[in-house]
């Protein structure tokens, strides 16, 4: 995920709180919204990259209907959204042989509609009054349900020789000073299983609760990083 910092609030030095909308209304609106990004543990002393205002608060939401493919040209608002890896081959003369099993855009941005944040305490904070109205009347007579998810097995992308002989190749490179650090990273996926995207984010923050973990949703494809 990549959250993109502009000048949302440039204008909002004294932002409304809403006593009337809890942080389980906002995850309702997880589920409502098309697009939407929650990011969980960002008040933490490892965040201190984040604009001030943000460091106040345990979470952010934020929602909106639609969403652009591609990387923003100009940009006057917050946007949150994502790069892939694959963009690369966008921009540069590459291209990737490794098999996708996913359905993601090799980028997307959306300019939040609403912009909510959840301090400590739990009391929620709009980015303006009708932003508060908004999500109000969007989840009015909504309650999000969650649904039963499937036990997920992880299959890996590389056998375990397959694994180890890629091992012996990257040592041979760092011997001859091709490359003096690697990240290696292994695909590990299931299929034909079905999750509640939603509760198994909530199920991860509280067994592992990371700084600036995230949930983003763009359409009917999700994203859970913790």
């Known amino acids: 995920c990549f959250f993109a910092h502009m000048n949302f609030y440039s204008e909002h030095a004294k932002m409304p709180t809403c006593t009337g909308l809890s942080i389980n209304d906002l995850i309702t609106a997880c589920d409502v919204y098309d697009n939407a990004i929650w990011l969980a543990n960002i008040g933490c002393d490892s965040n201190d990259g984040l604009p001030g205002h943000f460091k106040n608060y345990s979470h952010v939401f934020s929602f909106a209907d639609t969403s652009e493919r591609g990387i923003p040209h100009e ?9 892939s890896y694959d963009l690369k081959n966008e921009l540069e003369d590459m291209t990737s042989e490794n098999p996708d099993h996913y359905t993601f855009d090799s980028a997307r941005f959306f300019v939040p509609d609403i912009l909510a944040m959840v301090d400590e305490q739990g009391e929620v904070t709009f980015g303006s ?17 969650p649904q039963v998810s499937d036990r997920v097995t ?10 180890l002989t890629k091992i012996e190749s990257i040592k041979k490179h760092i011997q001859q000073g091709d490359v003096y650090e690697l990240n290696f990273c292994i695909d590990h996926y299931a299929e034909n299983v079905i999750i509640d995207p939603i509760s198994t984010f909530q199920h991860m923050i509280d067994d592992n609760p990371a700084a600036f973990s995230a949930y983003y949703k763009i359409g009917s494809s999700h994203v859970l990083c913790n």
């Open 154 to 163: 992880l299959v890996s992308a590389l056998s375990k020789n397959q694994y």
């Open 129 to 145: 009054e009708d932003q508060a109205h908004d999500i109000r009347e969007r989840i009015s007579g909504k309650k999000y349900s």
């Open 75 to 83: 940009v006057s608002d917050y946007q949150f959204g994502h790069l």
